[in-house]
Nanobody, 115 residues
Framework: QVQLVESGGGVVQSGGSLRLSCAAS????????MGWYRQAPGKQRELVAG???????NYADSVKGRFTISRDNAKNTVYLQMNNLKPEDTAVYYC?????????WGQGTQVTVSS
């Protein structure tokens, strides 16, 4: 069982920045595929950014050039640096880990961007 705890959400003005953190339990963090997803009201959950155990990354087109995913394996933590935030980035952001074909989810953290 992997437990994920997100932090760092909040309210920010358009153009501002936030950094989300996700602390994971377990002894195999360096092997996890990690990702950040978001879900806005009335919309489906979507992938924002992902990072493999080898460090390869992928991003949704809507956040490319603004968001950066990173991980610190020594701290069992993955981060999402979000810059130049827009009102359309408002959503609940969820941390996800995948290991041996099993998905784990955090409880989510709210990000609200005011115009």
């Amino acid at each position: 069982q992997v437990q994920l705890v997100e932090s760092g959400g909040g309210v920010v003005q358009s153009g501002g920045s936030l950094r989300l953190s996700c602390a994971a339990s377990g002894s195999f963090f360096s092997m996890y595929v990690m990702g950040w997803y978001r879900q806005a009201p009335g919309k489906q959950r979507e992938l924002v950014a992902g990072m493999t155990s080898g460090g390869s990354t992928n991003y949704a087109d809507s956040v490319k050039g603004r968001f950066t995913i990173s991980r610190d394996n020594a701290k069992n933590t993955v981060y999402l640096q979000m810059n130049n935030l827009k009102p359309e980035d408002t959503a609940v952001y969820y941390c996800n880990s995948q290991l041996f074909g099993v998905d784990y989810w955090g409880q989510g953290t709210q990000v609200t961007v005011s115009s």
